[in-house]
């Protein structure tokens, strides 16, 4: 069975979360897009130095594998910026298409989380989400995330990452974040995760009820 369900969210929202949850309960497999672009950011920072070349982080995303998905460093604050800024750049975008839409092709379902998967990565995708929140919720999340790991971390530096974050991820010319007019939108601001996730997973199950 060929059934895809597409994700898409700014950062801290609950949609890595609510993904893994919904290919849990169908047994679909899971790719959290936004680990290709840490990855391509975290590889380019090594490589220019801490700083971010376009013809380097175009070559590191040419030659991806996935190998460069599990390293550890990939959740911290800095390569989440690395991330959104190599994210802007169309032919890393354009390297990383095939990746992504032969994931979501597989035979037994797949579900993909991002910020452009039912808008470009999958637009005929069979169930699509937008999962948003407000931003102090959002920062307030993910700072407790990072405090964890980093006791040093400041409220006031999240909130603010998250909102360059926001702005570049919105505003970029090629596959902006953004709701289609197609997906549900379920904003977890008074939500509790359970409840997010009951509401994602009995949204999908419609769907392939749906289809029989």
């Given at each position: 069975?060929?059934?895809?369900?597409?994700?898409?969210?700014?950062?801290?929202?609950?949609?890595?979360?609510?993904?893994?949850?919904?290919?849990?309960?169908?047994?679909?497999?899971?790719?959290?897009?936004?680990?290709?672009?840490?990855a391509v950011g975290a590889r380019a920072m090594i490589r220019g130095r801490g700083v971010?070349?376009?013809?380097?982080?175009?070559?590191?995303?040419?030659?991806?594998?996935?190998?460069?998905?599990?390293?550890?460093?990939?959740r911290s604050a800095r390569v989440a910026q690395a991330a959104s800024k190599v994210a802007?750049?169309?032919?890393?975008?354009?390297?990383?298409?095939?990746?992504?839409?032969?994931?979501?092709?597989?035979?037994?379902?797949?579900?993909?989380?991002?910020?452009?998967?039912?808008?470009?990565?999958?637009?005929?995708?069979?169930?699509?989400?937008?999962?948003?929140?407000?931003?102090?919720?959002?920062?307030?999340?993910?700072?407790?995330?990072?405090?964890?790991?980093?006791?040093?971390?400041?409220?006031?530096?999240?909130?603010?990452?998250?909102?360059?974050?926001?702005?570049?991820?919105?505003?970029?010319?090629?596959?902006?974040m953004q709701a289609v007019d197609d997906a549900t939108v379920i904003d977890t601001s008074?939500?509790?995760?359970?409840?997010?996730?009951?509401?994602?997973?009995?949204?999908?199950?419609?769907?392939?009820?749906?289809?029989?």
């Amino acid at each position: 069975m060929h059934f895809t369900v597409a994700i898409d969210g700014p950062a801290a929202a609950g949609k890595g979360t609510i993904a893994r949850a919904v290919a849990k309960a169908f047994g679909f497999a899971h790719l959290d897009t936004g680990l290709l672009y840490r990855a391509v950011g975290a590889r380019a920072m090594i490589r220019g130095r801490g700083v971010i070349l376009p013809k380097i982080a175009v070559d590191i995303a040419r030659n991806l594998s996935e190998a460069d998905l599990v390293r550890e460093d990939l959740r911290s604050a800095r390569v989440a910026q690395a991330a959104s800024k190599v994210a802007a750049l169309p032919e890393v975008r354009a390297a990383l298409l095939d990746f992504q839409k032969d994931f979501a092709r597989r035979e037994g379902g797949a579900v993909l989380d991002g910020r452009d998967i039912g808008s470009v990565i999958c637009p005929d995708a069979d169930v699509k989400l937008f999962v948003t929140a407000s931003d102090a919720v959002r920062a307030e999340r993910r700072f407790e995330e990072l405090k964890a790991k980093s006791p040093d971390t400041r409220l006031e530096t999240v909130a603010m990452d998250l909102r360059q974050r926001d702005i570049r991820d919105a505003s970029r010319d090629v596959a902006p974040m953004q709701a289609v007019d197609d997906a549900t939108v379920i904003d977890t601001s008074d939500m509790d995760i359970d409840a997010a996730t009951r509401a994602s997973i009995a949204i999908v199950q419609r769907a392939i009820d749906a289809r029989g």
